[in-house]
């Protein structure tokens, strides 16, 4: 399949934001959280906050991604969101980690707050934890 022709489905969402936090910025990671988690956006907000995320603070995800129940899936990684997509099972839920943004990829569908450029760096897939 040329992956240049590929259109993937696009939901924009703020995963709640706007009812429960509409003055909160640089959440990127507590949307994405709340989406791949599927729990409320304050469930996630309150869960980032227990290991350090400030109030309009951004968050390196990868460093509590452990602590947060997700695992580093280095081997979906690598090259643009283009190329990382087309290596996602559309089954499962995903948290990617791009330069400077968080965005979730929910069975298939990309959920964001912007329609991401589709050759932007994907810097690591982080899935749910098999507990």
């Given amino acids: 399949m040329n992956a240049e022709r590929i259109k ?3 939901v924009r969402s703020l995963a709640g934001r706007t ?3 509409p003055n909160e910025r640089k959440d990127c990671t507590v949307r994405a959280t709340a989406l791949v988690l599927g729990i409320p956006y304050p469930a996630a907000h309150n869960l980032l906050a227990s290991v350090g995320r400030k109030d309009r603070h951004g968050l390196d995800f990868g460093r509590y991604a452990d602590k947060l129940g997700f695992e580093a899936l280095p ?3 690598g090259g643009g969101l283009r190329a990382v997509l087309l290596r996602l099972d559309p089954a499962k839920n995903y948290l990617l980690t791009l330069t400077g943004h968080a965005m979730a990829v929910v069975r298939g569908v990309i959920v ?3 329609l991401t450029r589709k050759n932007r760096r994907v810097r690591m897939v ?3 934890k098999n507990i």
Avoid: I, Q, S
Wanted: glycine residues 6%; proline residues 7%.
């Fill in 8 to 10: 993937w489905p696009f």
């Fill in 19 to 21: 009812l429960y936090a």
């Fill in 75 to 77: 081997e979906l990684t």
């Fill in 112 to 114: 964001d707050n912007v």
């Fill in 126 to 128: 982080y899935g749910k």
